[in-house]
């Protein structure tokens, strides 16, 4: 019995992770080659870009992974304003470029815009030229009004319900690249160590980048983010209920954003209890070190809580301080950031408008081990049962097998009866 025990709790350690085959479908699992892991850069927390190449020959381009919008973004070389660039693309050098199609704005705040040509080109990640798109379309900047970019542009994982041209994940579907519109993020933190490196999954998901079970989301009112339901924001001061309010997941955000009424009262919290400082205009710091036991920040999502850590929502500095990357506004409406998404793996179906979230790697322990740990629980609970339901037995077999004896030899000098009943408790 203890040897079957073992061998369950062997198998147990080393099982994959257990997913049904309806996940799998839904997930976009593939052994077929469609898949593409792209690597990211985290760039101190802030910012996940990718190496983008477009045109032909590649033009390179490091571009900022960005769910809130739909479209590839990068500043043309004649673009006099765009002094926040490093690359340019120059339209002259590429035998595939085509264009310009339409004229275009992208407005990011009232006074915050970029303009230019609606064209397309052959896009593709990295040296090895991966997931190409042929034809892909792309905003190609002419004038930059304020926006200050942190890298090269903008590579769009959004929905387009504007002006019905196809989005990347799209074209490559389009083009039997990938099978299904579905990709997937891991950012990591470079707070943690031993964390594998940030990636983009273009076609599916990779559960190494997942401890846990995911949990899926439909999205909500859709507009063309990827926008849940947020019904409660909980830290130890309580629970606070939002009512009829979506957060839009956005991987482009380096903060999490929400509504005065509810921030503020978060903000209060750490400045009473930790001793933060910073007003409602500006970003709150706190004093920080390994002694300093800051608690999870909870989000309630679609009825789900998904745990936010101090080491997610803290850019933490050498100096002993910390910013608070919560920030308030005097709208309605949730915008979840990198401090969200360093938390989970996230899966997004374009096809079904879900969002899968599972909790991402630590670095910590080893990709799956958290969701086996139950198994191995019950197995090494059941190996110990077997040890003491086996050691039960046989002190009950041989009790009464020496009381048998005793039965058989009642001429045995009863000192060493008492000396044998004495051995054996």
């Given amino acids: 019995m203890f040897s079957i025990a073992l061998f369950f709790l062997i198998c147990a350690i080393s099982m994959p992770k257990l997913i049904s085959y309806s996940d799998i479908e839904i997930l976009g699992k593939s052994d077929d080659g469609m898949q593409y ?14 190496s ?39 339209p002259k050098s590429s035998d595939t470029y085509q264009g310009p199609y339409a004229s275009i704005r992208l407005n990011f705040s009232d006074d915050q815009y970029v303009s230019g ?12 030229k991966l997931a ?17 970019f942190d890298e090269d542009g903008l590579f769009g994982l959004g929905f387009n319900l504007e002006d019905g041209t196809s989005t990347y994940i799209q074209t490559l579907v389009d083009q039997r690249v990938i099978k299904k519109s579905i990709f997937s993020l891991f950012l990591n933190n470079i707070n943690r160590k031993n964390q594998p490196k940030s990636a983009l999954v273009i076609g599916g998901s990779d559960d190494k980048y997942a401890k ?29 209920s939002i009512n009829s309010e979506t957060a839009i997941i956005d991987s482009k955000s380096e903060i999490i954003w929400g509504p005065n009424n509810y921030i503020d009262n978060v903000l209060s919290y750490f400045k009473e209890k930790f001793g933060c400082s910073g007003s409602k205009y500006l970003y709150i710091h706190c004093p920080y070190n390994r002694e300093t036991k800051y608690p999870d920040i909870v989000f309630t999502l679609e009825g789900n809580k998904y745990s936010v850590c101090p080491e997610s929502y803290f850019q933490i500095f050498n100096n002993g301080t910390a910013m608070l990357l919560l920030y308030s506004h005097n709208l309605t409406g949730w915008i979840l950031g990198v401090p969200f998404l360093r938390e989970y793996y996230s899966v997004y179906d374009m096809e079904n408008l879900q969002i899968y979230l599972a909790p991402a790697v630590t670095g910590d322990d080893d990709s799956g081990v958290g969701e086996r740990i139950w198994v191995i ?38 000192e060493y009866a008492m000396t044998s009943s004495i051995a054996c408790y």
């Fill in 132 to 148: 190409e798109a042929k034809g892909q379309y792309f905003l190609l900047i002419e004038h930059d009004n304020d926006v200050k």
């Fill in 117 to 128: 040509n609606l064209s397309s080109e052959t896009a593709s990640f990295g040296p090895e």
């Fill in 37 to 50: 892991s792209i690597e990211l850069t985290n760039k101190e927390n802030c910012e996940y870009f990718a």
């Fill in 52 to 90: 983008v190449n477009l045109g032909t020959p590649a033009q390179k381009f490091n571009l900022s992974i960005d769910t809130s919008g739909y479209r590839i973004v990068v500043p043309d070389k004649n673009c006099v304003s765009c002094k926040n660039f490093t690359n340019f693309f120059d």
């Fill in 212 to 240: 846990g079970s995911y949990t899926y989301l439909e999205l909500a009112d859709f507009r063309g983010y990827w926008e849940i339901n947020i019904t409660e924001i909980s830290t130890p001061a309580g629970t606070l």
């Fill in 377 to 414: 629980t019950i197995v090494v609970i059941i190996a110990i049962l077997s040890i003491v339901s086996i050691g039960v037995v046989s002190y009950c077999f041989y009790k009464k097998r020496r009381n048998s004896r005793n039965i058989a030899y009642k001429s045995i000098a009863m």
